[in-house]
């Protein structure tokens, strides 16, 4: 049994760098087609279990309620942070000495493999991806509203979500992203895998391809409705 306890643990910290020198979490949780229950829902129980990534998009529409699920869950870590420290303004002061051993070491013992309690932001991996390709401006603009929709300052990584608009479009758009990151709005950016069959440098314009993050496999779980009940998936991003 501990075995496969620290194999799954492994699994879900596993981090694989990234060609810009990033890391990015290989297991992580995806929104896609989640109503918006469903994604504060699953945003949040998959932050308790372990989970340090999530993946949104501005297309899936659901952006606003995985900000707010990260957020909360950030904001109510704190509580359980002083309970492991010992503060005195706990409910330990109302349990037996071998009471407050035995909650303190299980919950030592959860932050240790979850990690689920006191994380700061830049430990929890948050991915999103541009909706439409249109112009350098609006691509912009389009990312500081999934910005401000999902509360948060930056993105770990912001991606390209489609081919649509032609060749100078997506260069365009493309040198727009290579700029949000030189601003510190996003931390790495790329492309879905549509890239592939442009070739990178000619879809994108050789001057600005040493920006690929070049993002590995990466191991997502979509959940059902049911609590604790997720099934596994695959994505893939691309190589420069």
């Given at each position: 049994?501990?075995?496969?306890?620290?194999?799954?643990?492994?699994?879900?910290?596993?981090?694989?760098?990234?060609?810009?020198?990033?890391?990015?979490?290989?297991?992580?949780?995806?929104?896609?087609?989640?109503?918006?229950?469903?994604?504060?829902?699953?945003?949040?129980?998959?932050?308790?279990?372990?989970?340090?990534?999530?993946?949104?998009?501005?297309?899936?529409?659901?952006?606003?309620?995985?900000?707010?699920?990260?957020?909360?869950?950030?904001?109510?870590?704190?509580?359980?942070s002083s309970l492991v420290s010992?503060?005195?303004?706990?409910?330990?002061?109302?349990?037996?000495?071998?009471?407050?051993?035995?909650?303190?070491?299980?919950?030592?013992?959860?932050?240790?493999?979850?990690?689920?309690?006191?994380?700061?932001?830049?430990?929890?991996?948050?991915?999103?991806?541009?909706?439409?390709?249109?112009t350098y401006d609006r691509a912009?603009?389009?990312?500081?509203?999934?910005?401000?929709?999902?509360?948060?300052?930056?993105?770990?990584?912001?991606?390209?979500?489609?081919?649509?608009?032609?060749?100078?479009?997506?260069?365009?758009?493309?040198?727009?992203?290579?700029?949000?990151?030189?601003?510190?709005?996003?931390?790495?950016?790329?492309?879905?895998?549509?890239?592939?069959?442009?070739?990178?440098?000619?879809?994108?314009?050789?001057?600005?391809?040493?920006?690929?993050?070049?993002?590995?496999?990466?191991?997502?779980?979509?959940?059902?409705?049911?609590?604790?009940?997720?099934?596994?998936?695959?994505?893939?991003?691309?190589?420069?």
């Open positions: 049994m501990s075995g496969h306890v620290t194999e799954l643990i492994f699994t879900v910290y596993a981090d694989q760098q990234l060609h810009d020198g990033t890391e990015i979490p290989q297991f992580g949780l995806g929104v896609y087609e989640m109503s918006d229950q469903e994604t504060y829902d699953s945003v949040k129980w998959a932050l308790e279990a372990g989970y340090r990534h999530i993946d949104t998009a501005e297309w899936y529409e659901n952006e606003k309620e995985c900000g707010r699920a990260l957020n909360e869950w950030l904001s109510e870590s704190s509580a359980t010992g503060d005195d303004s706990t409910p330990s002061r109302l349990m037996t000495p071998r009471t407050v051993a035995v909650v303190r070491s299980s919950t030592r013992a959860i932050c240790s493999c979850a990690e689920s309690t006191g994380t700061p932001r830049d430990q929890v991996y948050l991915t999103s991806k541009l909706r439409d390709n249109r912009l603009t389009d990312l500081r509203k999934s910005l401000k929709r999902a509360q948060v300052e930056y993105f770990d990584l912001y991606l390209m979500h489609s081919a649509i608009g032609g060749p100078q479009v997506r260069k365009d758009v493309w040198r727009a992203l290579v700029d949000a990151k030189q601003q510190g709005l996003v931390k790495s950016i790329g492309v879905r895998p549509f890239l592939a069959a442009y070739h990178g440098t000619q879809a994108l314009g050789a001057e600005h391809c040493r920006y690929l993050t070049g993002a590995p496999n990466i191991f997502k779980s979509s959940w059902t409705t049911a609590r604790n009940c997720p099934s596994s998936t695959r994505s893939t991003s691309i190589r420069s």
